[in-house]
């Protein structure tokens, strides 16, 4: 028996839910197909990353094929995660993501802006501004 979560229910467990599929990715680990990646993405997806660089979606996808294994040693840990506002719809949520491989260890607070669409069984990614966390 199959349960699907609420979208209340799944957004907080989202964060970290995509960071296991992009370290599985990074890493070369299970299905080489993207589509699985993708899906978790609206089309109108943004990303600002710590370095301010904005990278719309269609950059993004385009870029999956080429990232796949080339992080073999990355583990990504999600924690702090917190919704800081919800309606039916949409939800504002903050994680604190921490990216360790063998070249060092990097830690950065991100904000996300996660969708409900009727297309899509788990919440979707609209935005991400990701902050570098310094020692």
Known sequence: MTTTLS?????PLEADALHRLLQAWF????????AAIRARFDDGFNMVSPAGKVLPFAQ???GLPAMRGSRPTLIMEISEVVVRYQDDRTALVTYRERQIQDSGTTDR???ALLIKRDDRPTPVWRHLQ???ITP
């Open 7 to 11: 979208f209340a229910d799944a957004v």
């Open 27 to 34: 890493r070369a680990e299970g299905s080489d197909d993207p």
């Open 60 to 62: 993004f996808s385009a």
């Open 109 to 111: 607070l991100s904000t």
């Open 130 to 132: 990701e902050t570098w």
